[in-house]
């Protein structure tokens, strides 16, 4: 497997080891409901720190972790602040805060990365997942110690979000609407939680014949193998209506399956011939009391599926009067992924809290 190397990797490979535990302090002057740390947690202090302190309740207990961290533009101006005990290390990071200026802004961003990441990956349970947004600043670095740190096996998708609906003219750049979503699961006991179907997936699917066994799609009996290539899938099919048998030649495509799977479709009346049965060539019925009740997510979420950063600003606005904070998600881009990585039962982390 490929490694990452960046500036200080060594002095943070095991700085999560030397990160004291420290007890969470109930403020039940800041809390609603009981003060107590069995419920709903809002963790006020340094994320590599709290994700210390609730190793003790919740390793490997964590079955969702969604982060927005700091995409590190260059006009963020975040801080590097953790206590690293190397005097190297110390001299280097006293430049704060991190910004387009620092030439080692990306080598302090994984540095500052890592530990958490590795502490991340201990709350988690067994079926756990971890999605984090980025853009295209580090999302590729982010790939990389995602693959060092949970295994390139893990790696389960990168989901391009369409954060913006129009383009921007006061740039001569190309204009980025997207941004990253990228998935990762701790062990293949995840799986990803399938959504309803919708009408418009119903909807290619058809009775015109009237089948007692209802709506139906057809799919292609052709292979996009030849004769020549699958000569096991060369044999002769026959119309029931007209008689007419048809053999692929050698260079045309040959049927989809076998003979004895051929018969079987046959037997069960599967075969759609066209509309006056005439058609030299069948088509397969694929019922849709056959298909699976749910659906897949795919890899680009619109913004009309999840959400923009407009909708984000407006939703924050209605809370707090203001937009409050500049690279807001918006609460259907969380919902989305709580849809398809989550239950009501599951425990839930944000540790960068943007969108807690």
């Not at 998935?183 to 309803?196: A, E, I, Q, W």
């Not at 119903?202 to 193998?225: C, H, L, M, Q, V």
């Not at 060369?234 to 495509?253: F, S």
């Not at 923009?308 to 969380?334: C, H, M, Q, W, Y």
Request: charged share 25%; net charge negative.
């Amino acid at each position: 497997m490929s490694e990452i190397i960046f500036k200080g990797k060594e002095y943070v490979y095991n700085h999560h080891l030397t990160v004291p535990y420290r007890p969470l302090q109930i403020d039940a002057a800041k809390g609603i409901g009981p003060a107590d740390l069995d419920s709903n947690l809002v963790i006020h202090g340094d994320n590599l720190h709290a994700l210390k302190s609730l190793l003790p309740r919740y390793a490997g207990s964590v079955d969702l972790v969604f982060i927005d961290p700091p995409y590190n533009t260059g006009n963020e101006e975040w801080c590097y602040n953790d206590n690293v005990n190397s005097p190297i290390m110390k001299e280097w990071l006293t430049t704060n805060p991190v910004d387009s200026e620092d030439m080692l802004r990306h080598d302090k961003w994984l540095c500052m990365m890592w530990p958490r990441l590795v502490l991340l990956r201990e709350l988690m349970s067994e079926k756990g997942s971890i999605w984090m947004t980025l853009d295209d600043n580090e999302a590729h670095r982010a790939r990389l110690i995602f693959d060092e740190i949970f295994g390139e096996e893990n790696f389960v998708a990168q989901i391009e979000w369409q954060k913006r609906y129009t383009r921007s003219n006061n740039t001569n750049n190309i204009t980025s609407v997207i941004d990253h979503l990228i998935v990762y699961r701790k062990t293949d006991y995840f799986d990803v939680n399938l959504t309803d179907r919708d009408d418009e997936a119903n909807a290619r699917y058809s009775n015109p014949d009237e089948d007692p066994r209802g709506p139906w799609k057809s799919i292609p009996f052709t292979n996009p193998a030849s004769a020549e290539q699958r000569p096991n899938l060369a044999y002769t099919i026959r119309n029931p209506k007209t008689g007419e048998e048809t053999t692929p030649k050698l260079k045309e495509k040959a049927w989809r399956n076998e003979l004895t799977t051929y018969q079987k479709y046959l037997a069960e009346n599967r075969f759609w011939w066209g509309v006056d049965g005439t058609s030299k060539i069948p088509s397969i019925k694929r019922f849709l009391s056959e298909v699976k009740q749910g659906m897949a997510p795919i890899n680009f979420w619109s913004h009309e599926f999840a959400g923009n950063t407009d909708d984000a600003s407006l939703e924050l606005r209605k809370i707090f009067g203001d937009k409050v904070f500049d690279t807001p998600k918006p609460i259907s881009l969380v919902e989305r992924v709580l849809e398809h990585a989550a239950d009501e039962n599951s425990v839930v982390l944000d540790s960068f809290a943007g969108s807690g």
